[in-house]
């Protein structure tokens, strides 16, 4: 069973600080990586995709990715309260195009004014 | 575009009942997915399809039947439904192109409550 684990939370920080959120993973052939975010009550939204070693910016956002240690991470600079939701890690699970993510459970962040 | 698109947003069945959820993507992506959430829990995969006319079954599937006509559409068929089922459903579609594949875009979910 493959499988993408990640603390549940809730993850506190203050507005304005850095928001760390940690993944791993099982399969160590997982090609593809992502990021969701999830407001309460809605649908999952695509932040981040990162495919290779190393770090990979979007604005506030920065995904690291590290196959060796099988861990990927997402870290969110100068946290605002609209960050507060729950952050999907999400892992190709096989070798190809056709094989589908495997979720995380989930990170709760709570930024606070 | 519309992108994905749900209905019904809320249904409440009684234990037994059959229903369909639909589902449709105007964004002519090849692969779409079926999803359920429970509370707490991560998405866990139902059915998935890369195209029309071909499906297969995901990590959860018993309990669901799925068809795949054309390249927007993708139906989910629950038959005799058990309380087990109440959850929240979201589809969802990717393009095929190389690393795109996997970069899903979600519906907004429909709520089934089981009675």
């Known amino acids: 069973q493959k499988e993408v684990e990640q603390n549940s939370g809730p993850l506190s920080v203050p507005e304005g600080a850095i928001a760390s959120l940690n993944c791993t993973y099982s399969?160590?052939?997982?090609?593809?990586f992502f990021w969701y975010r999830q407001y309460s009550g809605k649908s999952p939204e695509l932040i981040m995709s990162?495919?290779?070693?190393g770090d990979k910016e979007d604005g506030r956002f920065t995904a690291q990715l590290n196959k060796a240690s099988q861990y990927v991470s997402l870290l969110i600079r100068d946290s605002q309260p609209s960050d507060s939701a729950t952050y999907l890690c999400?892992?190709?699970?096989?070798?190809?195009?056709?094989?589908?993510?495997?979720f995380g459970k989930g990170t709760r962040l709570s930024v606070i004014a | 575009n519309a992108g994905v698109t749900q209905t019904p947003k809320f249904r409440i069945l009684k234990i037994g009942q059959s229903m369909t959820l639909q589902c449709a993507q105007d964004m002519n992506h090849n692969y779409m997915y079926w999803y359920r959430q429970d509370p707490g829990m991560g998405l866990k995969l139902i059915y998935y399809?890369?195209?029309?006319?071909?499906?297969d079954k995901g990590e959860v599937p018993n309990g669901y039947n799925v068809s795949r006509s054309t390249t927007e559409d993708f139906p989910l068929r629950l038959e005799l439904a058990a309380p087990s089922q109440t959850s929240v459903y979201f589809c969802?579609?990717?393009?095929?192109?190389?690393?795109?594949?996997?970069?899903?875009?979600f519906g907004p979910g429909t709520r089934l409550t089981v009675l």
């Open positions: 399969d160590r052939g997982s090609q593809s």
């Open positions: 969802a579609s990717s393009p095929r192109q190389l690393r795109s594949y996997n970069e899903q875009f």
């Open positions: 990162i495919y290779s070693n």
């Open positions: 999400a892992v190709n699970a096989g070798h190809s195009g056709n094989t589908p993510l495997v």
């Open positions: 399809s890369v195209g029309a006319g071909i499906t």
